[in-house]
């Protein structure tokens, strides 16, 4: 299994001199310093009740949001689209998406498996106080009929206005399909879509720069609002769905890098850290998807694979909202409602959490993939009111955990399928975001131990 590539002069380091980092603060330490900081001012906000602190928090974190949804829709449209057409670059392209497919449904199975386990073991709506006139219904829902027939735009513009990235993803495959069908005739249109999709990143990437201010307000706007009282009644609850989510990304993840990919799992989180701390904040897949995708490359796996895995990943691929929580969440709400769940409706919450985790489309929420699954247990939609006001908290680390796994399957497969690049996956930095934007710098001729398809140094 390889990846085809056309000859091409190899890439080297540029002068040490011509390197410099914007930010000789770590980008990490700039994340964990916002939050300290909103969780600072947070607690002074409502402890004090100073209500323009408060306002203040909630503008920063609104427009932080605001800013990663902007490039969404077009960001999602363009990214599928190029990744699609990638694949004509790579060698055996359906036996990599068939492999990429098959791992994300193995990964669900496993993440739905351990909330289903947590939360029998755990009894989470035991003892909470809470009543089924606590809950309401939810402004937006999601059954299978709106599932399959929401999939297919009625025009070419409502997806886009109204951010339904589902649909978006369905217009991008079929453009993009319709594109490997014409071949050459599509080039330009192709180039156009790359060029685009680059801008993009890049508009993007000064957004995501501004991570650390958006974690002040957003983080500082949950505690302000919610504060510490409303934990106690969701502590079992948030509990099992931190400690779920951080059993797969800390227990499943690494021992399947350790047993089946055959690499270090402490040199994974090393290089996908960046993406994953960046998605705790932002509650964005999609937002968070350009800085998944360099992650990735610079584990090892071959670009053009990556383009086509990621952007698929982050639309699709999400054991912390579809898999984790709403397992977790089933249970939860037929407690509080008083129905006895049974073997056929845990089999059905698996089945829903491995075929509609599209429906959580990568967006911040995963309300549609909940009342999906409520819809079909059977189960009042009320119930999801009744998470409403715990959702941005227990959203952090599910998000987080969406984000690994969305950077661990490409890893995982191209080590299988031996396209992974050992040497790149062991020197992958975790300080990324702190680097300056890849550069191609020409190697003489006789360079000739280098490989030509591998991704390009950083200049």
Not at 303 to 332: H, N, Q, R, W
Request: aromatic share 8%; with cysteine.
């Amino acid at each position: 299994m390889s990846v085809s590539a056309s000859p091409q002069t190899p890439a080297v380091k540029a002068p040490a001199e011509t390197k410099k980092s914007s930010f000789s603060f770590p980008f990490w330490a700039q994340i964990v310093t916002g939050l300290v900081l909103g969780v600072l001012l947070g607690w002074v906000s409502r402890s004090q009740e100073i209500s323009w602190l408060g306002t203040t928090l909630e503008q920063i974190g609104d427009i932080f949001v605001q800013l990663l949804k902007l490039a969404v829709a077009p960001l999602v449209f363009f990214a599928i689209l190029v990744s699609i057409t990638n694949l004509r670059k790579v060698n055996n392209a359906a036996r990599l998406a068939s492999r990429t497919l098959l791992w994300f449904m193995i990964t669900s199975l496993i993440a739905v498996a351990i909330g289903l386990a947590i939360g029998l073991l755990t009894n989470p709506g035991s003892g909470t106080g809470l009543t089924p006139q606590d809950g309401k219904l939810p402004k937006r829902e999601g059954s299978w009929l709106d599932f399959l027939t929401g999939i297919v735009p009625t025009d070419i513009i409502t997806p886009f206005t109204e951010l339904n990235v589902l649909q978006i993803v369905f217009l991008a495959a079929v453009a993009g399909i319709a594109a490997l069908q014409l071949g050459s005739k599509a080039q330009p249109v192709l180039n156009l879509a790359e060029s685009v999709l680059e801008l993009l990143q890049k508009a993007l990437w000064w957004v995501i720069r501004l991570a650390p201010i958006g974690t002040v307000g957003l983080i500082g706007t949950a505690i302000a609002t919610y504060g510490w009282d409303l934990l106690g009644k969701y502590a079992t609850f948030t509990v099992d769905v931190y400690v779920g989510s951080a059993l797969v990304m800390f227990g499943v993840y690494p021992l399947l890098l350790w047993s089946v990919a055959k690499v270090n799992p402490l040199q994974f989180f090393k290089g996908a850290w960046p993406a994953i701390q960046l998605a705790f904040v932002s509650r964005s897949s999609v937002g968070t998807m350009p800085v998944t995708q360099k992650v990735t490359e610079r584990l090892g796996v071959p670009k053009e694979y990556a383009s086509f895995a990621v952007p698929f990943g982050a639309t699709t691929k999400m054991d912390g909202c579809a898999a984790i929580y709403p397992a977790l969440a089933a249970i939860f709400i037929a407690q509080i409602f008083d129905v006895q769940l049974g073997i056929t409706d845990y089999l059905l919450i698996a089945f829903v959490s491995v075929v509609g985790s599209a429906a959580t489309a990568g967006l911040t929420g995963a309300t549609v993939m909940l009342t999906l699954t409520l819809s079909t247990l059977g189960l009042p939609l009320e119930g999801v009111g009744l998470l409403m006001a715990i959702d941005p908290i227990l959203d952090m680390m599910r998000t987080a955990t969406n984000v690994a796994g969305q950077a661990l399957v490409p890893v995982i497969v191209a080590a299988r399928e031996g396209i992974l690049d050992k040497v790149a996956y062991a020197t992958a930095s975790s300080s990324l975001l702190d680097e300056p934007a890849p550069a191609e710098v020409p190697a003489p001729s006789d360079s000739a131990d280098a490989d030509p398809a591998k991704a390009l140094v950083t200049a």
